[in-house]
């Protein structure tokens, strides 16, 4: 069955350090990625995708992921935490043919220390 | 460009009522989804339109949530009767699609339901 795994349900870091946030799929074929940030009360904004090409890829407010095929994995990162980080984050894939369900992982709380 | 529009925001009502969800996707995009948010937990899908038909309602619990989208358009999502673990955030999207596929979602801001 496809699915997203988020494994970490919580990350604490301190403002200005770095951050990288873990996915994990399970797909016949490389499915489409995105990263997807919730803050309270809000909608969800898409960070970053990936579709093909570039495995690397940089999205909106400084966040970048990078695609590994072999570890079926889509990490984010962020070199510099800022204290407006702290939301919930959320991978999602789509099979990238035939019917193109979006799955979400269970998402990621940040927590942000001064 | 306007955004995904989606109304009430916030609604409250007793076990048993009946509530309806209203969704506004962006202009031309083709397909629209409806969305679950427990608390706590990542966005479940309910139902997938593509115009104005149904591409994918199998997490819909169809004995009391029912969805439609008649002028490929605008979207309603209601629940009839309503149960307490019915409270959770609803979620709308939309997106286009190119070269015959489906681009990334578009979210609305949600209706936040709280049943009683």
């Known amino acids: 069955a496809q699915s997203v795994t988020q494994p970490d349900i919580h990350i604490t870091v301190s403002e200005g350090a770095s951050l990288e946030l873990r996915c994990n799929y399970s797909?016949?074929?490389?499915?489409?990625l995105f990263w997807y940030v919730q803050s309270p009360g809000q909608g969800l904004q898409l960070l970053l995708k990936?579709?093909?090409?570039?495995?690397l890829v940089q999205g909106i407010k400084g966040f970048e992921a990078e695609f590994k095929r072999s570890q079926s994995s889509f990490n984010l990162r962020k070199p510099s935490v800022h204290w407006s980080d702290a939301a919930e984050y959320f991978c999602?894939?789509?099979?990238?043919?035939?019917?193109?369900?979006?799955?979400f992982g269970r998402g990621t709380s940040l927590i942000v220390h001064p | 460009e306007a955004g995904v529009a989606q109304s009430p925001r916030y609604k409250i009502i007793e076990k048993r009522q009946s509530v309806a969800f209203w969704c506004n996707p962006i202009s031309g995009h083709a397909t629209l989804y409806w969305y679950q948010q427990i608390l706590g937990q990542g966005p479940k899908l309910l139902i997938q339109?593509?115009?104005?038909?149904?591409?994918?309602d199998s997490q819909l619990p169809k004995d009391r949530f029912s969805a439609e989208r008649l002028k490929g358009v605008d979207s309603t999502l209601k629940i009839q009767p309503a149960k307490l673990e019915d409270s959770a955030v609803y979620l709308c999207a939309s997106s286009s699609r190119a070269r015959g596929r489906d681009t990334e979602a578009f979210f609305g801001q949600g209706t936040r339901l709280t049943v009683v």
């Open positions: 797909y016949g074929a490389t499915p489409y």
């Open positions: 339109f593509q115009n104005n038909g149904v591409v994918d």
């Open positions: 999602a894939a789509k099979s990238s043919g035939g019917s193109y369900i979006p799955t």
């Open positions: 990936y579709f093909s090409g570039d495995t």
